[in-house]
């Protein structure tokens, strides 16, 4: 094999990629990314020594999140960038290194190769790309928990990205995410410390979604219940893609007044749900469905599409002049706009420029979609949601949600959201929405059927919400709620909203539409026994195990 993939849900034969990625990228791109990881794991063994000496290392801190983020799935397929990255990490773990040998702290004589690696030249670092793999691994078991535990971490990665943007850092955070990234360089570590690593790594995981929505809502408000357009009007526009609300915040503000509207597309949906953003006359709607149906709705689109994080599939090169890329994005022969500098805005100068010069957007669809129903929200509607339980108007909440993926398979949720009975109300975040946000599923005493918290982050919105209805139901337990959960994930993200819940002690998780393949049969046996985890059946089986009979 010329690669080893297997950190998403459609893995080839749900094993893993061993050719190219399903998501588009190739073996370079893939064997690079992972020597992206080794290296980052060399910086984070020595900033791990570092926090617990109280030494600071923010630029440590700033490395290992940036590095992580660019390796998720669909975020960057850019090699030189990655390579420069590389480069980076080792000047960034030689920097660290050095300032605990000047603070004299005592560094083991026996270091792990991942904090040892020295690759000068771009040959170099090719050729030792292929010394990365996860495969190196020889135990499965604990291969499959140091993956789960990598995985949890590159989610965290993103979500700390977005805080970080605006302004939101905490330290315990930034500790946690080094150490376990140093735990996962031992090899005599033990499958017992490494099931109370991922468990720390979902209660860590906590603690970055509360960081990130109190970023969010700090700097935009609390998200309401909005309607959303979802056709178009007839000037030129930008299409805006990934979840980073500081880059949403910075493109309104300098397309303002330029008769350049701007669409949200996929995960930057819920940005129309905040209050600060309703204030701009050329925010107009959202464009489209989930990620992977881009190809051909981009091609509609007609205007430039900006990509702020991942979720990015490869060009064609039909339309692929009209992409720019930012942050941890990245695609070779795209535009990438820098990051900011000394605290000044990003400049999107000139894709505001390209989209003065393109026709207006294809219309490929019309009406209204509601969303907005993130915590705060909710906890409004509280009174009316306790009456309708207690009266029976609602039988259940079903969390549906999690991510969406090209495959046939996921048609499921769509079959199953069709099929819940009509005093059943459904909890989502995430592009999982997409399979049935457009659906007439009606609303109960008012209260829509589809509650919509945001992006796959304001999954700790359904958590907070969760929680509250406990208390407020006085129960001594979250999994006496009549609450159900069949979650669709594709990407790391999920797998660290996944570890959160575990964290918070909500059992019986459905996941779909695949377990992870990087979970062994071992490992699969644990959360089976302990947290009650099981795969999706088919619709009219999960909906007797889940709904009638639960």
Same mark, same amino acid.
């Given at each position: 094999?010329?690669?080893?993939?297997?950190?998403?849900?459609?893995?080839?034969?749900?094993?893993?990629?061993?050719?190219?990625?399903?998501?588009?990228?190739? &073996? /370079? #791109?893939?064997? !690079?990314?992972? *020597?992206?990881? =080794?290296?980052? %794991? $060399?910086?984070?063994?020595?900033?791990?020594? +570092?926090?617990?000496?109280?030494?600071?290392?923010?630029?440590?801190?700033?490395?290992?999140?940036?590095?992580?983020?660019?390796?998720?799935?669909?975020?960057?397929?850019?090699?030189?960038?990655?390579?420069?990255?590389?480069?980076?990490?080792?000047?960034?773990?030689?920097?660290?290194?050095?300032?605990?040998?000047?603070?004299?702290?005592?560094?083991?004589?026996?270091?792990?190769?991942?904090?040892?690696?020295?690759?000068?030249?771009?040959?170099?670092?090719?050729?030792?790309?292929?010394?990365?793999?996860?495969?190196?691994?020889?135990? &499965? /078991? #604990?291969?499959? !928990?140091?993956? *789960?535990?990598? =995985?949890?971490? %590159? $989610?965290?990665?993103?979500?700390?990205?977005? +805080?970080?943007?605006?302004?939101?850092?905490?330290?315990?955070?930034?500790?946690?995410?080094?150490?376990?990234?140093?735990?996962?360089?031992?090899?005599?570590?033990?499958?017992?410390?490494?099931?109370?690593?991922?468990?720390?790594?979902?209660?860590?995981?906590?603690?970055?979604?509360?960081?990130?929505?109190?970023?969010?809502?700090?700097?935009?408000?609390?998200?309401?219940?909005?309607?959303?357009?979802?056709?178009?009007?007839?000037?030129?526009?930008?299409?805006?893609?990934?979840?980073?609300?500081?880059?949403?915040?910075?493109?309104?503000?300098?397309?303002?007044?330029?008769?350049?509207?701007?669409?949200?597309?996929?995960?930057?949906?819920?940005?129309?749900?905040?209050? +600060?953003?309703?204030?701009?006359?050329?925010?107009?709607?959202?464009?489209?469905?989930?990620?992977?149906?881009?190809?051909?709705?981009?091609?509609?689109?007609?205007?430039?599409?900006?990509?702020?994080?991942?979720?990015?599939?490869?060009?064609?090169?039909?339309?692929?002049?009209?992409?720019?890329?930012?942050?941890?994005?990245?695609?070779?022969?795209?535009?990438?706009?820098?990051?900011?500098?000394?605290?000044?805005?990003?400049?999107?100068?000139?894709?505001?420029?390209?989209?003065?010069?393109?026709?207006?957007?294809?219309?490929?669809?019309?009406?209204?979609?509601?969303?907005?129903?993130?915590?705060?929200?909710?906890?409004?509607?509280?009174?009316?949601?306790?009456?309708?339980?207690?009266?029976?108007?609602?039988?259940?909440?079903?969390?549906?949600?999690?991510?969406?993926?090209?495959?046939?398979?996921?048609?499921?949720?769509?079959?199953?959201?069709?099929?819940?009975?009509?005093?059943?109300?459904?909890?989502?975040?995430?592009?999982?929405?997409?399979?049935?946000?457009?659906?007439?599923?009606?609303?109960?005493?008012?209260?829509?059927?589809?509650?919509?918290?945001?992006?796959?982050?304001?999954?700790?919105?359904?958590?907070?919400?969760?929680?509250?209805?406990?208390?407020?139901?006085?129960?001594?337990?979250?999994?006496?709620?009549?609450?159900?959960?069949?979650?669709?994930?594709?990407?790391?993200?999920?797998?660290?909203?996944?570890?959160?819940?575990?964290?918070?002690?909500?059992?019986?998780?459905?996941?779909?539409?695949?377990?992870?393949?990087?979970?062994?049969?071992?490992?699969?046996?644990?959360?089976?026994?302990?947290?009650?985890?099981?795969?999706?059946?088919?619709?009219?089986?999960?909906?007797?195990?889940?709904?009638?009979?639960?």
């Amino acid at each position: 094999m010329s690669m080893f993939c297997f950190q998403c849900q459609e893995t080839v034969r749900n094993v893993a990629c061993t050719v190219r990625g399903v998501c588009g990228k190739t &073996e /370079d #791109v893939s064997n !690079l990314q992972d *020597l992206l990881i =080794f290296v980052s %794991k $060399g910086v984070s063994y020595f900033a791990h020594i +570092a926090h617990q000496q109280n030494i600071p290392c923010d630029f440590a801190d700033t490395f290992m999140f940036e590095a992580l983020f660019m390796t998720i799935t669909n975020a960057n397929f850019n090699d030189s960038i990655i390579i420069e990255k590389i480069k980076e990490g080792q000047k960034v773990r030689e920097q660290i290194k050095n300032i605990l040998e000047t603070h004299t702290v005592n560094i083991p004589e026996s270091l792990p190769k991942e904090a040892t690696l020295t690759s000068t030249t771009d040959e170099q670092i090719i050729a030792n790309s292929l010394l990365a793999s996860i495969l190196n691994e020889q135990n &499965e /078991d #604990v291969r499959s !928990l140091k993956s *789960l535990i990598l =995985f949890g971490v %590159k $989610g965290m990665a993103a979500y700390v990205e977005h +805080a970080h943007n605006l302004g939101k850092r905490k330290k315990s955070s930034f500790a946690f995410m080094h150490k376990a990234l140093s735990e996962t360089t031992r090899t005599d570590i033990t499958v017992d410390e490494l099931v109370a690593l991922t468990h720390e790594c979902g209660l860590y995981g906590v603690e970055v979604m509360e960081l990130l929505d109190n970023a969010n809502t700090s700097a935009y408000g609390n998200p309401v219940a909005t309607k959303v357009n979802i056709g178009v009007k007839n000037n030129p526009a930008i299409l805006i893609s990934g979840h980073d609300l500081k880059d949403m915040e910075e493109l309104l503000i300098q397309t303002e007044g330029t008769g350049v509207d701007v669409y949200t597309h996929s995960e930057m949906l819920p940005a129309h749900y905040y209050p +600060a953003f309703k204030k701009y006359s050329h925010f107009v709607g959202n464009y489209g469905n989930a990620w992977w149906k881009q190809k051909e709705e981009f091609e509609s689109f007609n205007g430039p599409i900006l990509f702020t994080t991942n979720c990015l599939v490869p060009p064609n090169e039909t339309y692929k002049n009209r992409v720019y890329t930012t942050g941890a994005s990245g695609f070779k022969g795209c535009i990438h706009i820098p990051d900011r500098v000394e605290g000044k805005a990003k400049d999107f100068s000139q894709i505001i420029a390209h989209a003065k010069t393109l026709p207006a957007p294809t219309e490929i669809e019309s009406g209204e979609i509601i969303g907005g129903y993130a915590h705060n929200q909710v906890m409004q509607l509280a009174d009316p949601i306790v009456d309708a339980v207690k009266s029976g108007a609602i039988r259940k909440f079903v969390v549906m949600a999690g991510c969406d993926g090209r495959m046939k398979s996921r048609e499921y949720y769509t079959e199953f959201a069709k099929k819940l009975p009509q005093d059943v109300v459904i909890l989502t975040a995430g592009c999982a929405k997409y399979r049935y946000n457009k659906l007439e599923l009606g609303s109960i005493n008012g209260i829509p059927r589809v509650l919509d918290a945001g992006q796959c982050n304001d999954s700790y919105s359904l958590a907070v919400i969760a929680l509250k209805l406990k208390e407020i139901f006085n129960l001594h337990d979250v999994n006496e709620l009549p609450l159900v959960y069949n979650i669709a994930w594709y990407e790391q993200k999920a797998i660290i909203v996944f570890l959160a819940l575990l964290s918070l002690g909500i059992k019986n998780i459905h996941i779909g539409p695949t377990l992870p393949a990087f979970l062994s049969p071992n490992i699969t046996k644990i959360l089976v026994e302990k947290f009650g985890i099981a795969s999706i059946d088919t619709v009219d089986e999960d909906m007797k195990n889940l709904i009638e009979n639960n």
